[in-house]
């Protein structure tokens, strides 16, 4: 229990961030830096550090919003030759638009 991961995510909630955002943060970095060189960045002292924590959080935002645009670009582009591909697209952007509505502003 006092491990500096967990000193680190501690003193992050304390500050008033959510554990949801802290989650957002993670998955955008697993995504990014997984199986790279890079990777042993992942972990919660360097997601999470003061300096780094606003940063990661408003790149996963973006990135998310990234995606939804190229998923509405490919399902405009499917929706008259491929409905069923379309409808699996048009699916995904609702999952997204569905997390970032239970997310804190």
Known sequence: ANSPHIKTIKARLK????????????EHKVAELKDTENEMWLNPETLFRPKNIERNLEFARKS???EEKRLWSEYNRLKRTSPIEAEEIKQKVKAIREKNARQPV
């Open 64 to 66: 998310e919003q990234i």
């Open 15 to 26: 500050e008033g961030f959510k554990k949801e955002e802290m989650l957002e943060i993670i």
